[in-house]
């Protein structure tokens, strides 16, 4: 089993940028893809973006071009940097690989 932990969430305004850090600890052997998910309130859980082992990065459409997925390796550590931050991106983050984490929330509002 691999634990996952979030962090770096937090509130900030309308065009601003944050990152988000998931660390990777317990049988990351078995780690591959990794990706983040979000989930709004009173909305579903939805895929943002994914990165393979090999870095290799798919992004959902709604973040394209605004947001960059990211890991290092050797710290066993996937980022999301966060940049010109809307309203609707305000949502609780998670990352995800066969495992999920507990999630960090972001909050975008001035």
């Known amino acids: 089993q691999v634990q996952l932990v979030e962090s770096g969430g937090g509130l900030v305004q309308p065009g601003g940028s944050l990152r988000l850090s998931c660390a990777a600890s317990?049988?990351?052997?078995?780690?591959?893809?990794m990706a983040w998910y979000r989930q709004a309130p009173g909305k579903q859980r939805e895929w943002v973006a994914t990165?393979?082992?090999?870095?290799?990065?798919r992004y959902a459409g709604a973040v394209k071009g605004r947001f960059t997925i990211s890991r290092d390796n050797d710290k066993n550590t996937m980022y999301l940097q966060m940049n010109s931050l809307k309203p609707e991106d305000t949502a609780v983050y998670y990352c995800y690989s066969g495992d999920w984490g507990q999630g960090t929330q972001v909050t975008v509002s001035s």
């Open positions: 317990g049988s990351i052997f078995r780690i591959g893809a």
């Open positions: 990165i393979s082992s090999s870095s290799i990065t």
